[in-house]
């Protein structure tokens, strides 16, 4: 069983952000905006770690998300923000994946899209684009990050209501877990 646990552990490490990775030497708005995306990769890798089937139904309200949804939402956001690094446009079909596909994917679009951003010094040739439409990437920020982000605190106040809160050591300041 001891073995079983271990063996999760590694596997889960191996995830893009376990923990946030080292920060850049410059302020460039490229290491900047990465480090918003790691921020993001590192509050979802833990909003979502060790969720159960009970916390990914619950919902506050008959009318409101559930955990699922509200990571259904996510996984969509990740897809834009990653579309915005690569300059594509968005409106492909999201496939039906398991919660725990859905979390691989979230974690390796935004891990994608930093690696991206994290070297460039200008972000004006990049662009969220919609049909016929594109938006600088100061949109990328209020929009999809910061959506994100919003919605991974929704994630962890649902799992505290579902009995399930969230994993202690855990530090949002530092992006490592405490020992």
């Known amino acids: 069983m001891a073995f079983l646990f271990m063996f999760n552990q590694v596997k889960a490490q191996d995830l ?11 302020y460039s708005a490229g290491a900047v905006a990465s480090r918003m995306i790691d ?20 919902k506050p309200t008959s009318k409101s998300r559930s ?6 939402h996510i996984l969509g956001l990740s897809q834009v923000i990653l579309n915005a690094a690569e300059n594509r446009p968005n409106g492909a079909k999201q496939l039906e994946l398991s919660f725990a596909e859905k979390r691989v994917k979230i974690l390796n679009n935004l891990k994608k899209a930093s690696d991206i951003l994290k070297i460039q010094t ?3 040739e990049f662009k969220i684009i919609f049909g016929d439409k594109a938006y600088p990437f100061w949109n990328a920020i209020n929009g999809p990050i910061a959506d994100a982000l919003w919605h991974c605190g929704q994630i962890v106040s649902f799992r505290r209501s579902s009995g399930n809160p969230f994993p202690k050591g855990v530090s949002v300041f530092t992006g490592k877990l405490r020992k």
């Open 67 to 72: 955990s699922r949804e509200t990571i259904d």
């Open 39 to 58: 921020g993001l990769g590192f509050r979802f890798y833990w909003a979502s770690e060790g969720l159960t089937e009970k916390d990914l139904q619950f």
């Open 122 to 124: 200008d972000l004006a």
């Open 16 to 26: 893009p952000y376990y923990e946030i990775p080292e920060s850049s030497e410059n």
